[in-house]
């Protein structure tokens, strides 16, 4: 089957810098994509990685490594508004997203 | 402003009823997606439409139908509601399908079936 695993919860103190794990297990490997959703609104779009290594944009920054099934999103100089759900989701062999349950980011001053 | 938009915000629906759904897209994506989400579980794919005219089954696609009779929208019915559809309904779209595109989403419709 396929499987997408990530803690479902995490705490950080604003200005440090937390790394959210993702491993999968899917049928073929079309890319990793992150999202963000704050409480009871709909996910954005992060970080999309395809080949191995790290993406870096801005405060996030975005690793893969294929061979492991492994991915983390890094987010530095953290801020109370990245208090959120994170979301990693891999798109298979038929280009559909599958997607992790998601990991609860809270932030404490 | 472009993007998704999706109605009703929230509709609370006795059992047996029947409901759509709206969504509608201005960005002339060829790929709308309709998923539900559930409390620690990840977001499930119900109906995708690769193109207008042309819809599939994604992961849980029984009690629900769709129809994508131009680009712009893709509602999604629910022919007699039952209370396990309570969810969190979210509507998508990306540029195509067939290749790894971002996806953007509506707001979503909050339902619950009583």
């Known amino acids: 089957g396929q499987n997408i695993d990530q803690p479902t919860e995490m705490t950080a103190t604003e200005g440090a810098i937390v790394q959210i794990n993702c491993t999968y297990q899917?049928?073929?490997?079309?890319?990793l994509f992150w999202y963000q959703q704050h409480a009871g609104e709909a996910p954005t779009f992060l970080s999309y990685?395809?080949l191995d290594g790290l993406e870096e944009k801005g405060r996030f920054s975005s690793f893969l490594s294929r061979s492991k099934g492994y991915s983390y999103l890094l987010l530095k100089e953290l801020q109370m508004k990245d208090s959120a759900s994170y979301l990693c989701a891999v798109m298979d062999s038929n280009y559909q997203l599958i997607w992790g349950a998601g990991t609860k980011l809270i932030i404490k001053p | 402003i472009a993007g998704i938009t999706q109605a009703p915000t929230s509709q609370i629906l006795a059992a047996g009823r029947r409901m759509t759904l709206r969504c509608t897209q201005d960005m002339r994506h060829n790929a709308m997606y309709w998923y539900r989400q559930d409390l620690g579980l990840g977001l499930r794919l119900i109906h995708y439409?690769?193109?207008?005219?042309?819809?599939g089954k994604g992961e849980v696609p029984d009690g629900y139908s769709v129809s994508r009779a131009n680009t712009d929208d893709f509602p999604l019915t629910l022919a007699s509601a039952v209370p396990s559809q309570t969810s969190v309904y979210f509507c998508?779209?990306?540029?195509?399908?067939?290749?790894?595109?971002?996806?953007?989403f509506g707001p979503g419709t909050r339902l619950t079936v009583l």
């Open positions: 990685n395809v």
């Open positions: 998508a779209s990306s540029e195509g399908s067939g290749r790894a595109n971002e996806q953007f």
């Open positions: 899917t049928s073929g490997f079309n890319g």
């Open positions: 439409s690769n193109t207008a005219g042309t819809t």
